[in-house]
């Protein structure tokens, strides 16, 4: 498809397990971001790839979570040991121009 | 330390009124601001946009205006639609580099008919 597309769009886990979370975005974007929406909160800015330089992992809350981009392509976002606050939507967006960014529909992610 | 403050967190308005939504913010970095739509189980979409040399931008129904003494911006949807109804995104960013988007906790509207 044309979008950023992310997978699953459900994820439903168990505290202490590991999830990965998958982001393709809009092919020849070379900025790719992962943010997330937890309850009642605005979008939580996680990690920025922008081509080939070292990601800007500044907005990552803990070591648990981790993010790679293979390939200045498709990128998977990492969470490890699980907590019930990493409950929230986790929105990849891509972008060719600064600033405008274009979302992906999320991945919910659901811990017990 | 919130940034990006949307402090409206839902607005109603009835269908052909003006909806105005408000986002103050406290980094005087920032000089490019975006508003983003968001429906219920979609991700946002792009909306509109303003950069900190112009204090107005239009696009068909929807304004953005700028203050930036008072790091103030507001969008203006004119007239309303029930379709607009969505949760509206506050966002910014510095043009210095490939700074990354700032975004406000949003404010639910709700246009009814």
């Known amino acids: 498809g044309a979008g950023v597309s992310q997978s699953p769009s459900n994820k439903v886990t168990e505290k202490g397990k590991d999830v990965e979370l998958r982001c393709d975005p809009i092919?020849?974007?070379?900025?790719l971001y992962w943010y997330r929406q937890s309850l009642g909160q605005g979008l939580e800015f996680l990690i920025y790839?922008?081509?080939?330089?070292?990601?800007?992992k500044s907005g990552l809350p803990s070591d648990r979570f981790s993010a790679e981009r293979t390939g200045g392509s498709v990128s998977t976002l990492t969470i490890q040991r699980t907590q019930q606050e990493d409950s929230a939507v986790y929105l990849c967006?891509?972008?060719?121009?600064?600033?405008?960014?274009?979302f992906g529909e999320g991945s919910r992610l659901t811990v017990l | 330390d919130q940034q990006v403050k949307q402090n409206s967190p839902s607005l109603s308005v009835q269908e052909g009124r003006i909806s105005i939504l408000n986002c103050d913010y406290t980094?005087?970095?920032?000089?490019?601001f975006l508003w983003y739509k968001k429906y219920p189980a979609e991700g946002p979409t792009f909306l509109i946009s303003i950069s900190s040399i112009k204090d107005k931008n239009e696009d068909g129904r929807f304004t953005v205006f700028l203050n930036k003494s008072a790091k103030h911006l507001s969008l203006h949807i004119v007239p309303s639609q029930p379709g607009d109804s969505a949760v509206y995104f506050c966002?910014?960013?510095?043009?210095?580099?490939?700074?990354?988007?700032?975004f406000g906790k949003g404010t639910m509207l709700l246009v009814s008919p």
């Open positions: 790839f922008q081509g080939n330089s070292a990601p800007d």
């Open positions: 980094n005087s970095m920032f000089d490019y």
């Open positions: 092919s020849g974007h070379t900025a």
């Open positions: 966002a910014a960013s510095d043009l210095s580099g490939y700074s990354t988007l700032t």
């Open positions: 967006a891509s972008s060719l121009l600064q600033g405008e960014l274009f």
